[in-house]
C-alpha cells in the first residue's frame, strides 16, 4: 500500500471535475423544486443535452456553441413536463419518470451517427501566473471554463433565491401555491419557467459529461447520474451551496476510492465502490438535526379554481 | 374449462415443434441477440459489424434480425423463443449472462442452431464460442513494458472473472519480460460500463504516476483522459479506437466476429453445422490487433509484429511456463504451456503482481 | 380559449374511457414516429399490441405478460400504499435485490437436499430481506427524520454492488468453472418456482400478486388502517389528531412495500431468472413506480397498468425482431403512451370549456 502515491491536490482538482456534472443538474432541480415541482426526469434531460451538445460541438467545432445547445436540448424536454404537470395538470411523479424514458429514447435515436465520433475539446483555461501556482494553481486556476461556469451557476442561484425579489416570489409559489395565486401571482408561468431552466441546467450538465468530463457519445452514457442530482437536492435541505458541498463530497469519495484502489488499499473493492452512497447516508444523517423542510407544495398538482 | 386447457397446451406443445420443423423458407435467417445497445461503441457494436459482415457476404441468401438491450434471464429466454418461432435457423446470443437461456430455448427447438458467446455449456444444437483476447493483451503487454518510463503500468478492469484476470495476467507477464521493474496497479470499476467511472480510474492511475493505462472496459474515456495527461499511453480495447491514434492509443485489440458468423452462417446453409466449442484468437483474425502506430519506437513494434506472428502461426503460447502463481507456488514448468482448462477457469493472479482478487 | 372548470364529482365513464383514448393517440403519434424512421406504421404498431395478444404465437406470448406483469404489479401495489400516505420509497429496486440474494441464499445453503419445507423458507427469506432493507430508511427517518427518498435510492446503488460480490464470491456456483453466477434454481426441484400449471406462466408469484391486489383493495376501502394511510397522505395534520401514529405508518408502508418487492426478487431469481448474476435486476423496482402511478395508485389499476407495460415490452421487443425497429424508438413510443395516459387523466376531474378571454 503506498498512500504517498495519491497527490491531495491532484485529487481535488479531478474530484471539481468529477462533481461538475452534478452541479449543474442538482442546481437546476433544486430550482424546480423551490417552484414547488418535483421533476424526476433528470437523467433523461441530461442524456439530451449530451447528445445535443455533442452534435452540435462536432458540427461546428465549437464546444462552448455545443454547451449553449445543450441547454436549449434540456430545455426543450422539460418542455413537455412543464405541458404535461402544468396545463394537463399530471401527476408529477411518473410524468417526470416518463420524462427520462423519452429522454433516454430520443437521445440514442439523435446519437445513432455520432458512436465513435471524437468531439473538439474545450480549451482548459490556462492563466499565466495563477495556473502555475504551487498548490491553489491547480486546485483553482487550471479547468475548463465550464467548470467555473457550474461555480457561477450556484453563486447566481443563492443570490436569485435570497436575496431576490423574484427569487421570493418563486418561494412563495412553492411554499403555498394558492397563497401566490391570491396575491396574483402567475403561478404556472413561474412554475414553466423554473422548469425550463431545470431542464436547461441538467442539459449543460449532461453535456459536460460528453464534451469534457468523457469525451465521446454512447447510448446511456449518464448511466444514473441524474438520479444522484436529485438525491443530492433532498441532501442539501434545497440550499444552494449544500447542494455543491454535496456534489463535491459525492464525487470525492468517488474518485478517492478509485484512488485507494489504484495504491493498494486492503479493503475489499465492493465495499469501496459502496462508499459513496454508504457515505451520502451518513452524512445525510448527521445533517438531518436540521429539519429545514422540503418546499410546502412540493409535488402538489396545483389550478387555480374558483 | 379444463378440457380446454389441456386442449391450450397441447396446442402449444404442437405450436412449437410445428415452427421447429416449418424449414420451408428459402432464406436462410439469423438471430442476433444483444446486451447492450449497438450504438455502445464497444462489445454490442463489434457483434453486430458482425451481423452486417454476414448480410454482405450472403446477400439476399440471408435474413438477419436482432434485438438490443435484452436483459439477461426470462426477457432474453422470450427473445430467443420469439425469433426461433418466427423462423429463425440460427440465432447467436451473445452475453455470458445467456447461457442458461439459451440451453433452456435450445432443448424446445432441436432444429434451430444456437451459438452461445463466452460461455461453457453445449448441447447437440448449442455451439459455443469465445476469443483468446489474452493473446492481444500478450502483445500490449510488451508494447507497454516497453514504453513505460515510470514502471508503473495502470489497469483499469470491470468485475473480477476470468476473462479479466487472463488478461491482466498476460499483460503482466509481457511487460514484466521486457521490464522487471514493472508495477502493476489496478482498478476494478465493478462496471461493465460507465465512461464517467473509467473516466475517474484512468485519471487516477495516471495521477499515481501511471504512463501507460491499459483498460478492460469499452468506453473511449481513458484515451481522453491520457490525452488530456499529454504523455500516457493507451490501446484501444474491443474495437480500434482509431480517432485516438496515433497517440496515445498505439495499438488495439478489435473483436472480430465476421470470420466466424460468416462461416457459421455458411454451415447452416450447407446442412453441415455441428456444435463446436471454439475458442479463436489471431490465428483465425477473431482477435485483431490495431495498427501498431509510429508513437512506438521501430524496434519495439518490430518486436510486436513477431509476437503477433508467432502466435498466427502457432509457435508461441502467451502462457508459456516458466510461471508461478501469486503465492510463489509453481503453476507451469518450464517450456509448459497452460490448458485451455486452466486458462477458461482461472482465478489467480501470477507471481509478481500484488493486490488481490476482490473475492 | 380553453379553460378547465373541476367536475363536481369525477367522472366515471371516462375513467375508462381515457386510457383507451390515451392508447389511440399513442398510436397515431408513435405511427408518426416510426413513419419517420421509415418503417411501416401500421404494421409497428400492430405488432406491438396486437402480436403478444391474438398473433400466431400468442399461444407463447400471453403467458409471458404474466411473467413479466407480475413483479411489476407486486412491487406497484407495495409502493402505492406507501404513495397514498405520503411515503416515497424509490428504492423498490434495492429491496427487490436484496429478496432475491435472500430467497436463493435460503436454497443454495440446503443445496442438494431436498424438502418441501425448503420453498416457504425462500418465500420467508425474501420477504424479511426486502422487509429488513426498507427499514433502514423507515428507521432512519422515524429516528433521525432522514428523508426517505435519499436514503432508498442510495441503497440501491450498495445493493447492486452487494449483488455483484454475491455473484462473484459467496453464491458463486463452485461448478460453474470460475465464472459468476449462481447454481440455476429452475435445477434444483425444491426451489424451483415452476409454472403452478405447465406452460401458462403462471408460477407461486402471479398469484403472490394477485392476493396482493386483492389484499389491497380491501385495506384501502374496507379497513381502518386503510383508512389512516389514505388520510395520512391527504391530510397529515387531521391524521394526527384522530390518533394516527406517524411512525407507524412510516414502518408499516415501508416495511411492507419492502417485503413485496423482496417477495419479487425472491420469486424472479427461483423461477424465470433462476440464477442470482451481476446483472440479475433489470428494473422492475423503477418501472413499479410508473406502474404505481399509472394505476392511479388502485390496486386494481395497477393490475392492468402492470400488465399494459409488460405488453409494451414483450411487442416492443418483437417489433424490434420483425420489424429492424431500434429499441430506442420503442422506450420513445413507451414514454408517448404514458405522456399521454397522465395527460388525458385531466378529463376525469376536469372538464373543457371554451372561454372568452385569458383565465390562469
Redesign the interface.
Known amino acids: 500500500m503506498n498512500f504517498g502515491a495519491i497527490d491531495p491536490v491532484l485529487l481535488i482538482a479531478s474530484l471539481m471535475v468529477a462533481a461538475t456534472p452534478l452541479i449543474f443538474a442538482a442546481i437546476g432541480e433544486l430550482v424546480v423544486e423551490k417552484a414547488g415541482v418535483l421533476n424526476l426526469g433528470v437523467e433523461g434531460m441530461m442524456i439530451v443535452g449530451a447528445i445535443s451538445g455533442f452534435i452540435i460541438a462536432v458540427e461546428t467545432g465549437s464546444p462552448m456553441l455545443g454547451l449553449l445547445f445543450a441547454a436549449i436540448g434540456g430545455a426543450l424536454l422539460s418542455l413537455?413536463f412543464a405541458i404535461?404537470t402544468q396545463l394537463?395538470?399530471?401527476?408529477q411523479?411518473?410524468?417526470g419518470?416518463?420524462?427520462t424514458?423519452?429522454g433516454?429514447?430520443?437521445?440514442?435515436?439523435m446519437g445513432?451517427d455520432y458512436v465513435g465520433v471524437k468531439p473538439p475539446t474545450m480549451a482548459r483555461l490556462d492563466i499565466p501566473v495563477l495556473s502555475d501556482l504551487p498548490v491553489v494553481g491547480p486546485i483553482l486556476y487550471s479547468h475548463d471554463p465550464a467548470l467555473y461556469l457550474g461555480l457561477v451557476l450556484v453563486a447566481c442561484v443563492w443570490w436569485f433565491l435570497n436575496r431576490s425579489r423574484a427569487g421570493l416570489t418563486l418561494r412563495a409559489v412553492g411554499e403555498n401555491a394558492e397563497a401566490a395565486?391570491a396575491l396574483g401571482y402567475?403561478?404556472?408561468r413561474i412554475r414553466v419557467l423554473a422548469i425550463l431552466f431545470g431542464g436547461a441546467c441538467a442539459g449543460v450538465g449532461g453535456a459536460y459529461i460528453s464534451l469534457v468530463r468523457v469525451p465521446q457519445w454512447t447510448?446511456g452514457m449518464t448511466a444514473?447520474i441524474g438520479?444522484i442530482a436529485?438525491?443530492l437536492v433532498?441532501?442539501a435541505s434545497w440550499k444552494p451551496g449544500r447542494a455543491m458541498i454535496g456534489a463535491y463530497l459525492f464525487g470525492g469519495v468517488t474518485v478517492l476510492q478509485l484512488n485507494l484502489q489504484a495504491a493498494g488499499l486492503a479493503i475489499?473493492v465492493?465495499y469501496l465502490?459502496?462508499s459513496?452512497?454508504?457515505i451520502?447516508?451518513l452524512v445525510?444523517?448527521f445533517l438531518?438535526?436540521d429539519?429545514s423542510s422540503a418546499p410546502g407544495s412540493l409535488g402538489r398538482i396545483f389550478?387555480?379554481?374558483r | 374449462m379444463i378440457t380446454r386447457?389441456i386442449l391450450?397446451?397441447s396446442?402449444?406443445?404442437l405450436?412449437?415443434a410445428g415452427?421447429a420443423f416449418a424449414d420451408g423458407h428459402a432464406k436462410t435467417k439469423v438471430?442476433f441477440v444483444y446486451v447492450g445497445?449497438?450504438g455502445d461503441g464497444g462489445w454490442t457494436y463489434e457483434h453486430d459489424q458482425g451481423r452486417l459482415a454476414v448480410e454482405e457476404a450472403f446477400g439476399d441468401a440471408v435474413e438477419t434480425?436482432?434485438?438490443?438491450?435484452?436483459?439477461?434471464?426470462?426477457?432474453s429466454?422470450?427473445?430467443m423463443?420469439?425469433?426461433a418461432?418466427?423462423g429463425a435457423d440460427l440465432i447467436f446470443t451473445t452475453s455470458?449472462?445467456y447461457m442458461?437461456p439459451t440451453i433452456?430455448v435450445a432443448k424446445k427447438f432441436p432444429n434451430v442452431k444456437f451459438e452461445h458467446a463466452t460461455?461453457?455449456k453445449r448441447a447437440d444444437n448449442v455451439s459455443t464460442y469465445s476469443a483468446r483476447f489474452y493473446e492481444g493483451r500478450a502483445v500490449q503487454g510488451h508494447i507497454a513494458g516497453k514504453m513505460t518510463k515510470s514502471n508503473i503500468i495502470g489497469y483499469i478492469a470491470s468485475?473480477?472473472?476470468?476473462e479479466v484476470i487472463r488478461g491482466i495476467n498476460a499483460a503482466y507477464l509481457h511487460a514484466k519480460a521486457v521490464n522487471p521493474d514493472v508495477e502493476f496497479k489496478i482498478i476494478w470499476a465493478?462496471t461493465w460500463f460507465d465512461p464517467q467511472k473509467e473516466a475517474d480510474s484512468a485519471k487516477a492511475l495516471i495521477e499515481q504516476g501511471a504512463d501507460v493505462v491499459l483498460q478492460h472496459t469499452d468506453s473511449t474515456a481513458p484515451q481522453a483522459a491520457a490525452q488530456a495527461a499529454g504523455n500516457v499511453v493507451t490501446f484501444g480495447q474491443a474495437s480500434d479506437m482509431a480517432e485516438y491514434a496515433p497517440f496515445p492509443r498505439v495499438s488495439s485489440i478489435i473483436d472480430n466476429w465476421a470470420p466466424y458468423y460468416i462461416a457459421r452462417t455458411k454451415a447452416v446453409m450447407d446442412g453441415t453445422w455441428e456444435s463446436v466449442d471454439t475458442w479463436d484468437g489471431i490465428p483465425t483474425g477473431m482477435v485483431k490487433i490495431g495498427e501498431i502506430t509510429d508513437a512506438v519506437p521501430a524496434d519495439v513494434k518490430a518486436e510486436a509484429l513477431a509476437m503477433v506472428e508467432a502466435m498466427r502461426k502457432g509457435e508461441y503460447h502467451p502462457f508459456t511456463g516458466p510461471i508461478n502463481k501469486q503465492d510463489g507456488s509453481a503453476w507451469l514448468a518450464e517450456g509448459e504451456t497452460a490448458s485451455d482448462g486452466d486458462l477458461?477457469?482461472?482465478?489467480f493472479y501470477v507471481e509478481g503482481l500484488t493486490g488481490d482478487i476482490?473475492? | 380559449m380553453i379553460a378547465?372548470e373541476?367536475r363536481p364529482e369525477p367522472s366515471r365513464w371516462l375513467g375508462f374511457a381515457t386510457p383507451l383514448f390515451a392508447v389511440l393517440a399513442t398510436m397515431i403519434a408513435g405511427g408518426l414516429l416510426f413513419a419517420a424512421?421509415g418503417k411501416d406504421p401500421v404494421a409497428a404498431i400492430a405488432t406491438i399490441f396486437w402480436e403478444p395478444l391474438f398473433g400466431?404465437?400468442a399461444?407463447?406470448?400471453r403467458p409471458?405478460l404474466l411473467?413479466?406483469g407480475a413483479p411489476l404489479v407486486l412491487i406497484a401495489i407495495g409502493l402505492a400504499l406507501g404513495?397514498r400516505a405520503g411515503i416515497w420509497n424509490i428504492g423498490a429496486e434495492g429491496q427487490y435485490i436484496i429478496g432475491a440474494i435472500c430467497g436463493a441464499g435460503v436454497a443454495l445453503a440446503f443445496y442438494p437436499f431436498e424438502s418441501a419445507l425448503i420453498f416457504p423458507a425462500m418465500v420467508i427469506a425474501g420477504a424479511v430481506g426486502g422487509w429488513a432493507w426498507a427499514m433502514i430508511p423507515a428507521l432512519?427517518k422515524v429516528r433521525?427524520?432522514?428523508?426517505e427518498?435519499?436514503?432508498s435510492?442510495?441503497?440501491v446503488?450498495?445493493a447492486e454492488?452487494?449483488l455483484?460480490?454475491m455473484a462473484?464470491?459467496?453464491l458463486?456456483n463452485p461448478e460453474g468453472?470460475?465464472?459468476?453466477?449462481s447454481r440455476?434454481l429452475?435445477q434444483y426441484p425444491s426451489a424451483f418456482n415452476a409454472d403452478l400449471?405447465?406452460?401458462?406462466g403462471f408460477h407461486w408469484g402471479v398469484a403472490a400478486a394477485l392476493v396482493a391486489v386483492i389484499f389491497a383493495y380491501v385495506l384501502l376501502s374496507r379497513h381502518m388502517l386503510g383508512f389512516h394511510i389514505r388520510l395520512t397522505g391527504a391530510a397529515p395534520r387531521a391524521a394526527r389528531f384522530a390518533g394516527v401514529e406517524p411512525s407507524r405508518i412510516i414502518i408499516l408502508c415501508l416495511g411492507l412495500s419492502g417485503a413485496l418487492a423482496g417477495l419479487a426478487g425472491m420469486f424472479?431469481v427461483a423461477g424465470?431468472?433462476?440464477?442470482i448474476?451481476?446483472?440479475?435486476n433489470?428494473g422492475y423496482g423503477?418501472t413499479a413506480?410508473?406502474v404505481?402511478?399509472?394505476g392511479r395508485l388502485n390496486p386494481i389499476g395497477i393490475l392492468f397498468a402492470g400488465l399494459l407495460m409488460a405488453l409494451t415490452?414483450?411487442g416492443g421487443?418483437?417489433a424490434?425482431?420483425?420489424l429492424?425497429l431500434?429499441?430506442?424508438?420503442?422506450?420513445?413510443?413507451?414514454?408517448?403512451l404514458?405522456?399521454f395516459l397522465?395527460?388525458f387523466?385531466?378529463l376525469i376531474?376536469?372538464r373543457l370549456r371554451w372561454q372568452k378571454g385569458a383565465?390562469?
Open positions: 413537455l404535461l394537463a395538470l399530471a401527476t411523479v411518473p410524468s419518470l416518463a420524462l424514458l423519452m433516454l429514447g430520443i437521445s440514442s435515436l445513432q395565486f402567475k403561478v404556472v447510448e444514473g438520479w436529485l438525491a433532498v441532501f475489499p465492493e465502490s459502496m459513496p452512497y454508504i451520502t447516508i445525510l444523517v438531518s438535526a429539519r389550478h387555480a379554481s | 386447457r391450450m397446451a396446442v402449444a406443445a405450436g412449437l415452427a438471430g445497445p449497438v434480425v436482432y434485438v438490443e438491450n435484452v436483459a439477461e434471464g426470462p426477457d429466454e422470450r427473445v423463443t420469439q425469433m418461432l418466427d455470458f449472462g442458461d433452456n460461455g461453457y468485475y473480477p472473472i476470468p465493478f477458461a477457469g482461472m482465478s476482490p473475492n | 378547465l373541476k424512421l400466431e404465437f399461444f407463447y406470448y409471458q411473467v413479466k404513495f432512519l433521525f427524520g432522514t428523508n427518498i435519499l436514503v435510492l442510495m441503497l446503488y450498495v454492488q452487494l455483484a460480490s462473484l464470491g459467496l458463486k468453472f470460475g465464472f459468476p453466477g440455476n429452475q400449471i405447465a406452460n401458462t424472479e424465470p431468472s433462476g440464477q448474476t451481476i446483472d440479475f433489470v423503477f413506480i410508473i404505481a402511478f399509472l415490452y414483450i421487443d418483437i424490434q425482431s420483425q429492424g431500434p429499441a430506442a424508438a420503442i422506450q420513445v413510443f413507451q414514454g408517448m404514458l405522456f397522465l395527460a387523466d385531466l376531474n376536469f383565465t390562469a
